[in-house]
């Protein structure tokens, strides 16, 4: 069962453009994670959001998670071909107990 | 150097012959999990572990086993591996409650 759907899943941008990932369930969540994968690596957290209706800021990556706390977006400013990877968010479940990751999308920055 | 560990990172197996993925992680976390990884798919929680002899089924638990002994350690066994299992493997740990989880390098199974 796949809670979390992420769109879209593959995304080719220049650089200097902006993007905006979405992440939707019809599950609420206790919280919500944002990772980063490279190539050949495990995935590494960029931000969790807690609070329905939260906005993070992490440089030119801003998070928003649903007020419902069912969604979240990342939006990126300004890509840069540093930029590029496959993006997964995760939801921990209301009994703390287990993570439900996204499908991923992948991005990539053109120079 | 906080760290997880996995161990073999490729292997190249046939249909029936058991093998062992092992897990280590040096963080004295109580929660460890093993997802795999396929195109399309994302993450699929295979297994989870809360805390030492306390394992659950994550959504994809069928040809897997666990155990959790020590802390430090949770191993994947795939007791009869098929071609169904040929995959991406990753073995994450996290503090409790369930915050950040720290992954591993990754191991790529084929099984011919």
């Known amino acids: 069962t796949q809670l979390l759907e992420q769109s879209p899943q593959f995304l080719s941008i220049q650089e200097g453009e902006n993007l905006t990932v979405y992440c939707n369930s019809s599950s609420v969540f206790s919280s919500l994670q944002w990772y980063r994968q490279e190539p050949g690596e495990g995935p590494v957290l960029l931000v969790t959001?807690?609070?329905?209706?939260e906005v993070k800021k992490l440089k030119r990556l801003t998070f928003q998670f649903g007020d419902a706390r069912k969604d979240s977006s990342l939006h990126i400013t300004a890509a840069q071909t540093g930029d590029t990877g496959l993006y997964l968010c995760a939801g921990v479940s209301r009994t703390g107990n287990q993570f439900y990751f996204g499908t991923g999308t992948s991005l990539t920055v053109i120079p | 150097e906080a760290q997880v560990t996995q161990n073999p990172r490729y292997l190249i197996t046939v249909t029936g012959k058991k093998l062992t993925v092992t897990c280590s992680q040096n963080m004295n976390h109580e929660y460890m999990s093993w997802y795999r990884q396929d195109p399309g798919l994302g993450l699929r929680q295979i297994y989870y572990s809360m805390n030492v002899e306390v394992t659950d089924k994550g959504d994809v638990p069928e040809g897997y086993k666990v155990s959790r002994k020590e802390k430090r350690n949770f191993p994947l066994i795939l007791e009869s591996p098929s071609p169904n299992q040929t995959s991406l493997y990753f073995c994450?740990?996290?503090?409790?409650?369930?915050?950040?989880?720290?992954f591993g390098p990754g191991t790529r199974l084929t099984v011919t």
């Open positions: 959001v807690v609070t329905g209706g």
């Open positions: 994450a740990s996290s503090g409790n409650p369930l915050g950040e989880q720290y």
